[in-house]
């Protein structure tokens, strides 16, 4: 009796078909991130969207649209998105800290906070974690546990500016003036264009009565960003404390011009006007 040969067709087909699929795949992933690197956010997402018909158990391309979702201002189908992805990536940190920047910015802080917390599970050493935890302790006022989170930060990546300068923030707030300080000289010991950290040196130094120090880190901040209102407004007040109303005065018609509404502004001319015992008023009609 003639042995029958076993038939490998069908599993050559088998093959075939996903070799097929895994290339048309990486066709369309390469199409829709193309969109994404020509700043077409809504088309990378409509296309992933189609994609995501063929292939939805693809946890990098759930996690994109997730992302495009949220560059094309649809925050509710990122985290539909983010949610699919960890059914298949359960060990991504990113993913738990997209979702947990996705939630915070939605006021869902309890889940943020649970997000970043796994985040950190995965990966303890994740510096961006940390610093969002620290800003959704700032904004729930628990500031023992934001300072802990923002030198843990600092602690492992000594150059991350964004920790420092929100450390810096966090003791302006709490009036720890010397210590906020230090923060922004640190900030801008490392990156000396950042204009929030400058601006706010600047005021540290002008309430100290340092005035010729904060003048040269209010111009910092303007010559990095010369439509920066708040450093004009800022450099105006210390002309008036100066009794330079001329200067002052030019600092805060600069802050009117890049702002028209700037009420501030307004009513700091106001006051220089006032001082120096001006009628003329008209400048405000």
């Known amino acids: 009796m003639a042995k029958r040969h076993k038939n490998h067709q069908p599993k050559r087909g ?3 078909r996903l070799q097929k699929s895994k290339l048309s795949y990486e ?4 199409q829709i991130m193309a969109l994404y690197q020509q700043g077409e956010y809504k088309g990378a997402l409509l296309k992933a969207k189609q994609a995501l018909k063929l292939f939805p158990d693809q946890p990098e391309l759930l996690e994109k649209a997730g992302n495009f979702a949220i560059m094309s201002g649809e925050p509710d189908t990122a985290e539909v998105y983010y949610q699919k992805a960890l059914k298949f990536n359960k060990n991504s940190h990113y993913l738990y800290y997209n979702l947990g920047c996705l939630l915070k910015n939605k006021n869902c802080l309890v889940e943020a906070e649970r997000a970043f917390k796994k985040a950190l ?6 510096v961006d974690a940390h610093n ?14 934001a300072e802990v989170r923002y030198k843990k930060a600092v602690e492992i990546k000594s150059d991350y500016v964004d920790a420092h300068n929100n450390l810096g923030n966090l003791y302006k707030q709490q009036k720890k003036d010397k210590q906020a300080e230090i923060c922004y000289r640190t900030v801008l010991n490392l990156q000396a264009d950042c204009v929030e950290s400058a601006n706010n ?17 209010y111009r910092s901040a303007l010559k990095y960003q010369p439509d920066c209102s708040d450093a004009f407004i800022n450099l105006g007040l210390l002309f008036a404390e100066l009794k ?3 200067e002052a005065e030019s600092c805060y018609h600069s802050a009117i011009n890049i702002k028209p509404d700037f009420v501030e502004a307004y009513s700091n001319l106001a006051l220089i006007y006032k001082e120096q015992k001006c009628a003329n008023l008209s400048v405000f009609i």
């Open 244 to 246: 330079q109303f001329k």
């Open 27 to 30: 066709k369309a992933f390469k």
């Open 132 to 145: 969002a935890l620290g800003n959704l302790y700032k904004q729930l006022g628990r500031y023992e546990e």
């Open 201 to 217: 040196l600047g005021n540290l130094l002008r309430d100290q009565g340092v005035y010729e120090e904060a003048e040269k880190y």
């Open 14 to 16: 088998l093959a075939e």
């Open 121 to 126: 599970d995965i990966q303890v050493y994740f």
